[in-house]
């Protein structure tokens, strides 16, 4: 995987943000799919077997990306 010029358009805040969610869902068993946009400031992916949602959220005013969803809560439906 070539990272030449990955921080020019992802952030490392945002990249460990997704990283983290993704751990973190794969521990409870769900399986991500393609993570898309929600405006400028949120990124949400969904697991491919139970549907539930995993999402990183940088509010205004902050350098910092938050995680967050109902997959992080629970283990995998499926």
Do not use: F, K
């Not at 490392?12 to 983290?20: M, N």
């Not at 399986?31 to 990124?43: F, I, K, S, T, Y």
């Not at 910092?64 to 995998?76: F, K, Y």
Request: charged letters at 25%; one cysteine or more.
């Amino acid at each position: 995987m070539s990272t030449y010029g990955l921080n020019d358009v992802y952030g490392v805040d945002e990249l460990e943000a997704t990283g983290s969610a993704m751990v973190e869902a794969h521990e409870r068993a769900h399986d991500l799919g393609n993570w898309r946009p929600v405006g400028e400031r949120m990124r949400v992916a969904s697991c491919r077997l139970c549907y539930q949602l995993v999402w990183i959220v940088r509010p205004p005013g902050e350098q910092t990306w938050h995680i967050g969803g109902n997959a992080l809560e629970a283990h995998c439906e499926r």
